[in-house]
């Protein structure tokens, strides 16, 4: 079944780390971009990161410095590396399968994960 | 604020026509970029409804459709069902940012 598993979300403190994973089966991720998404309580949603197929990696100006995207081909699994936690980090993050857009920048997101909570309090 | 602008919430009776709009401007919708938009039930994962600004993704009834015109594009739901009532999101990619962007969300409800 092709489908995707976050994990990792929790509860943190104010300036702490955490890393969330996202596992992903009956496809490639290294054939793929892959994305992660959030959405604070009660709000849209923020696109945070995206990894292309060759490796390249991309930031939303709002976790730009503090977040890291990653992937382990052999573990067909991408990771957010998300590190200086502020509360306005609070919300669900999804993973997301993207598919390039047809000569040009940009790119859909086909496949989602059910999400994972991440809140940040004291 | 979002960078593309979606009126907060729309409503319709069963059976009726709606459209949902996504204003941008020329570092992404204006530049050519492609819109693309999602459907998102109550405490579920956004779905994809249709990407390249007018293809359903596979499953979606051709009640959904979309398009696109210079700075803004579209979703159209005809034929209103009950189970259309959610939260619907545009997308596309902004040169400036150097990323994807969405719309701020717009609520359907089904009267």
């Known amino acids: 079944e092709v489908q995707l598993v976050e994990s990792g979300g929790g509860l943190v403190q104010p300036g702490g780390s955490l890393r969330l994973s996202c596992a992903a089966s009956g496809f490639t991720v290294s054939s793929n971009y892959m994305s992660w998404v959030r959405q604070a309580p009660g709000k849209g949603l923020e696109w945070v990161s995206v990894?292309?197929?060759?490796?390249?990696?991309y930031y939303a100006d709002s976790v730009k410095g503090r977040f890291t995207i990653s992937r382990h081909i052999s573990k067909s699994t991408v990771y957010l590396q998300m590190n200086s936690l502020r509360p306005e980090d609070t919300a669900v993050y999804y993973c997301?399968?993207?598919?390039?857009?047809?000569?040009?920048?940009?790119?859909?997101?086909?496949?989602w994960g059910r999400g994972t909570l991440v809140t940040v309090s004291s | 604020q979002s960078v593309l602008t979606q009126p907060p919430s729309v409503s319709g009776a069963p059976g009726q026509r709606v459209t949902i709009s996504c204003t941008g401007s020329s570092s992404n919708i204006g530049a050519g970029y492609d819109v693309h938009w999602y459907q998102q039930l109550p405490g579920t994962a956004p779905k994809l409804l249709i990407y390249?600004?007018?293809n359903r993704s596979s499953g979606v009834p051709d009640r959904f459709s979309g398009s696109k015109s210079g700075t803004s594009a579209s979703l159209a739901i005809t034929g209103l069902q009950a189970e259309d009532e959610a939260d619907y999101y545009c997308?596309?990619?902004?040169?400036?940012?150097?990323?994807?962007?969405f719309g701020g969300g717009t609520k359907l409800t089904v009267l």
């Open positions: 997308q596309s990619y902004d040169s400036s940012l150097s990323g994807s962007v």
């Open positions: 997301a399968r993207s598919i390039a857009a047809a000569g040009q920048h940009g790119w859909y997101l086909d496949l």
């Open positions: 990894i292309y197929s060759g490796g390249s990696t």
């Open positions: 390249g600004n007018i």
